[in-house]
């Protein structure tokens, strides 16, 4: 069983950055392929970025290539999200979440394991 504690979020100007962190403890971190996951109010899930085991397959949702950035420590059982020139459309709760499944999925159905998510505030 993996348990998952993001942190992190706060609030920050447009144009600003934040960098979350997501601790995991309990399982096999190195095995897991891991991904972020945001949720706005009134609206569904999506996917942010994902990182495979061992980091060679990454993606990005459209809306943040170029301005985020996810990586991982397997020797820390990290994984990071680096947010820059963010903006108030990216505003949402971030969950982190990890999966026994193999091929770094980019829906969030497929994943097993998810943290409590903290908050993202962008203002304008």
């Known amino acids: 069983q993996v348990q998952l504690v993001e942190s992190g979020g706060g609030l920050v100007q447009a144009g600003g950055s934040l960098r979350l962190s997501c601790a995991a403890s309990?399982?096999?971190?190195?095995?897991?392929?891991m991904g972020w996951f945001r949720q706005a109010p009134g609206k569904e899930r999506e996917f942010v970025a994902i990182?495979?085991?061992?980091?060679?397959?990454?993606e990005y949702a459209d809306s943040v290539k170029g301005r985020f950035t996810i990586s991982r420590d397997n020797a820390k059982n990290t994984v990071l999200l680096q947010m820059n020139s963010l903006k108030p459309e990216d505003t949402a709760v971030y969950y982190c979440?990890?999966?026994?499944?193999?091929?770094?999925?980019?829906?969030?159905?497929?994943?097993?394991?998810w943290g409590q998510g903290t908050q993202v505030t962008v203002s304008s």
């Open positions: 990182i495979s085991w061992g980091g060679g397959k990454i």
């Open positions: 309990g399982g096999p971190f190195s095995s897991h392929d």
């Open positions: 979440a990890a999966t026994i499944r193999s091929g770094a999925p980019t829906q969030d159905w497929k994943y097993d394991y």
